[in-house]
């Protein structure tokens, strides 16, 4: 076993807290700025602007699997030690992402008309001005492909340090725009203008960091067809996953606001958006993790795909765990300091409801990565065309009856039984994944967060005063903590822990590029 070209725990500890931050900070200003941006643009147009958001995201996501690919084939390369393949499978995923994005900007400029004036219930007011926002968005998709494949070269070079010196700032100002509606009185487009800008000088960036980390990149872009059929045969699953997962994450709202009112999208999406950012923990440990998994499954090192497995499930499940269960109980105080009395009426059940799956939707990100980076992306897509019919009809039938608490509900079902799928299949392909969980102490864990929600309920039933309550939560989640520390964690882990802490505040900027 060659542990040379094993990428050292500390710097996969600190690649993930690089990649936490990444997501945390702009999570952190969205709290303060949701409010703001929904003053500013209204409640149909805060609806609006999450129906565009959504858009971007999904449409960004229709790459045929590129992206994913090019992770995956040049951390494997990288692992091989065979950089002069490198250029040919930059190159060919980044052009080919730049045509599927022209097809996908021609695609969404057709349905704009049908989306905007038949399938989405918007105010009469607010239709010229989500019309051209969603003309907008699809000139932005060609460089928004671009930009995810140079973010995949970048990470399966374990350069997150770079990813997010980029990405911090862009997340962070998509939603500073919205909330500048409120004191500068910008328009929906402008907004989306802004956002837009902002995302293409970022790809720019990430272009110059690639030819820092790679010089061998520095020649003339070409079209390797040979390594292009490579590509997308791996990427085929990925690219049904890539369609149908986001329509599957996005479709709630579409019903929300077809079937009910614009106006209750955004009674909808404002919970969704925070309780979903619980998920900067799984999509930080599997972004540093994927490459990982991809080059380890190319030298057959199941043993320690296994381990690393064990430890993602002890990363996630605690932290995601304790902040579902403090959003869970805290539900209706939280939605009436952050967003008013109107939100916390009509949004508490559904903020609830969405914070227990979310627990459930991160575990489940650890085998969906899994399987993908070890050659398998055909389970997590055949798992999601197989869910897909049963949810959107669950979905109609639910939100029909019982509103935005009915599509909640919908989600909370579908992602608890994508969660039992895709477990199921990580355990036939890797056995001993059963005994990584024992050994990284699941069990225990399961036990401290059954215990936190014990003390959670009797708090709420016992303690009157609010102010009360939340001194008893931080006394006892700081001994909490203790406990975590010392009972879940051994002694490597702790110490890999402080390692990537260390890494991470002296900033190693000096590794020498590939």
């Known amino acids: 076993m060659d542990q040379a070209r094993f990428t050292p725990g500390g710097v996969l500890a600190k690649n993930t807290l690089l990649n936490l931050i990444g997501m945390f900070l702009p999570l952190i200003v969205g709290v303060v700025a949701i409010p703001f941006a929904i003053k500013g643009l209204g409640t149909e147009g805060f609806g609006a602007f999450s129906v565009i958001w959504i858009i971007l995201g999904y449409f960004g996501m229709l790459d045929f699997g590129l992206s994913k690919a090019t992770t995956k084939f040049v951390a494997e390369i990288l692992g091989r030690r065979e950089v002069q393949g490198l250029p040919s499978i930059v190159w060919t995923a980044s052009i080919i992402s730049v045509v599927f994005g022209i097809v996908g900007t021609a ?21 010229n001005q989500t019309k051209l926002s969603f003309y907008l968005s699809a000139c932005a998709l060609p460089i928004i492909l671009f930009s995810t494949s140079l973010r995949g070269v970048l990470g399966a070079a374990q350069r997150f340090d770079l990813v997010n010196l980029v990405l911090i700032p862009v997340s962070i100002l998509s939603f500073i725009y919205p909330a500048l509606s409120y004191p500068f009185n910008l ?3 402008t907004v989306v203008l802004l956002i837009i800008l902002t995302r293409v000088v970022g790809t720019f960036f990430y272009l110059l960091f690639c030819f820092r980390v790679f010089p061998i990149l520095k020649t003339r872009p070409i079209v390797d067809w040979e390594i292009l059929k490579k590509l997308l045969s791996y990427g085929g699953w990925i690219t049904i996953t890539s369609v149908v997962s986001p329509i599957l994450v996005y479709m709630d709202r579409f019903f929300i606001g077809s079937i009910l009112a614009i106006s209750a999208v955004a009674f909808y999406s404002a919970p ?11 999509i930080a440990v599997m972004k540093t993790f994927f490459p990982e998994f991809s080059a380890l499954s190319q030298r057959d090192e199941n043993n320690r795909v296994e381990m690393l497995f064990g430890r993602s499930v002890k990363y996630i499940l605690l932290p995601t765990g304790t902040v579902a269960l403090v959003l869970f109980f805290f539900a209706p105080e939280i939605l009436q300091l952050w967003l008013g009395t109107q939100f916390a009426e009509k949004a508490t059940t559904v903020f609830r409801i969405l914070a227990l799956g979310i627990v459930i939707n991160s575990l489940a ?24 019919p049963f949810y959107i009809i669950l979905l109609w039938l639910l939100t029909k009856n019982f509103g935005i608490n009915g599509a909640a509900t919908a989600w909370f079902i579908r992602v608890t039984f994508d969660f039992l799928l895709l477990y199921a299949a990580t355990v036939k392909y890797y056995p001993a994944a059963i005994k990584a969980l024992r050994k990284n102490r699941i069990g225990l ?29 931080v006394l ?17 882990e702790r110490q890999l822990i402080n390692s990537g802490i260390r890494r991470f505040i002296t900033s190693d900027t000096t590794e020498s590029a590939i």
């Open 445 to 473: 864990e399961l036990l401290f967060l059954t215990i936190l929600f014990f003390f959670l309920l009797l708090t709420g039933i016992l303690v009157e005063s609010i102010l009360s309550e939340v001194i008893l939560l």
């Open 365 to 388: 990100f650890i085998p969906f990565n899994l399987l993908q980076s070890v050659g398998k992306p055909d389970l997590p897509a055949k798992f999601h065309l197989f869910e897909f």
């Open 272 to 282: 969704y958006e925070i309780i979903n950012r619980i998920r900067i923990l799984p």
């Open 187 to 189: 328009n929906l487009s």
């Open 476 to 492: 006892f989640l700081l001994l909490f903590g203790i406990m975590v520390w010392y009972l879940i964690f051994d002694s490597k």
């Open 107 to 127: 695609i969404l400029f057709i349905i704009t008309p049908y989306l905007v004036d038949s399938l989405l219930k918007i105010p009469i007011n607010y239709i």
